[in-house]
């Protein structure tokens, strides 16, 4: 992760009380030094290192660091992550916030290498969505990337995505892309969601960049892409609503011939990933 997020480091350990930990203060002299192992107890793609060892250094940065493992590297059961050497309390009062970020950002990092397998040997890329934690979508999409996926927009205000409700305060398809041709720059695609067929070719009717199918089943969505990959072959295709992240639908869903699936459970969704610091 290139931009380590500091001042969010700060707010986390703040939250947490780190600086007036009771426990650890109470029962842990201020001269004890320890040293600590941060390990994995499952398989699967580690992200957040770089975040996690910074939290400890904002803590206190007598704290040394050998780290083990790189973000985005696979990982099995009982591998050693990171050594810590330091301070006691600090390792303590620091290692809740730490492991938050670590468990979070590699569960998402698992979960969505679990679904880029899953589409393997198709033309279906796996991307996130806007579906994310507050104040913590720049970790979380960095994790996707770690896992092999890729990201969508990083917020509004870099890709046009006309949706429901847009088409409806703009009183149709036609209306809301000729209206946002003409404030987006021309180098920015615009991508309409569709949820039935006749909406499919209403958008492109109206030249739009991208088509997204929308909670649609199979056989639906196999139809729109032949109509598509016939009448608009450059356009592409996205599938989203309500995919998740099981195996077999993931794979019916890419075998329809899709470009991308975006998948909202990879953020919203991934459960955490198990690791733990014990001490020496």
């Known amino acids: 992760m290139q931009h380590l997020p500091i001042e969010l480091i700060r707010q986390a350990l703040e939250e947490d009380g780190a600086l007036a930990d009771i426990t650890t203060l109470s029962t842990v002299s201020a001269e004890q030094q320890a040293e600590a192992s941060i390990v994995t107890h499952q398989a699967g793609v580690i992200a957040g290192v770089a975040v996690a060892a910074a939290t400890f250094r904002v803590l206190d940065e007598r704290i040394a660091i050998e780290q083990l493992c790189q973000d985005g590297a696979a990982v099995q059961r009982g591998d050693v992550v990171m050594r810590l050497r330091g301070p006691a309390r600090s390792l ?151 995919i998740g992240t099981n195996v077999e639908r993931l794979r019916a869903v890419a075998a329809t011939g899709v470009d991308f699936i975006s998948l909202g459970a990879l953020t919203h969704s991934a459960p955490n990933f198990d690791v733990s610091l014990e001490f020496a």
């Open 92 to 242: 303590l009062s620091a290692e809740r916030v730490a492991l938050n970020f670590l468990g979070h950002l590699s569960g998402i990092a698992t979960v969505t290498a679990h679904c880029v397998r899953a589409v393997e040997g198709t033309r279906a890329r796996v991307l996130d969505t806007r579906k994310t934690t507050p104040g913590l979508r720049a970790l979380e999409k960095a994790a996707v990337r770690m896992g092999g996926g890729h990201n969508h927009r990083t917020g509004l205000h870099d890709g046009v995505l006309i949706k429901d409700n847009h088409i409806k305060a703009a009183g149709g398809i036609a209306q809301a892309v000729t209206a946002a041709r003409r404030l987006a720059p021309h180098l920015l695609k615009i991508e309409v969601e569709c949820e039935t067929l006749a909406e499919v070719e209403q958008a492109l009717e109206a030249s739009a960049d991208v088509v997204l199918l929308d909670n649609m089943d199979i056989e639906m969505m196999h139809n729109a892409v032949a109509f598509m990959r016939r009448q608009a072959p450059r356009v592409l295709i996205e599938a989203s609503g309500n």
